[in-house]
């Protein structure tokens, strides 16, 4: 795993956006930013960014 930039995580065969404040992970970089703005300006998670990560996802729908 490479950091790049404020929060973009490169894993194995995809990219993943992470939120620096949060740690949570997305896949698309738009949520990510909406999630690092929230999370910096609030410094608390909002919940319907939040269930976008891909934490969130794994969480709910296992295999
Ligand atoms: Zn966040």
Not at 5 to 16: A, D, F, H, Q
């Amino acid at each position: 795993m490479q950091e790049v930039s404020w929060g973009l995580v490169l894993k194995e065969k995809s990219v993943l956006y992470a939120c620096s404040v949060c740690g949570l992970h997305y896949t698309d970089r738009e949520t990510a930013e909406e999630c690092y703005a929230w999370c910096s300006a609030h410094s608390s998670c909002r919940l319907s960014v939040a269930r976008k990560s891909v934490e969130a996802k794994r969480a709910m729908g296992k295999k």
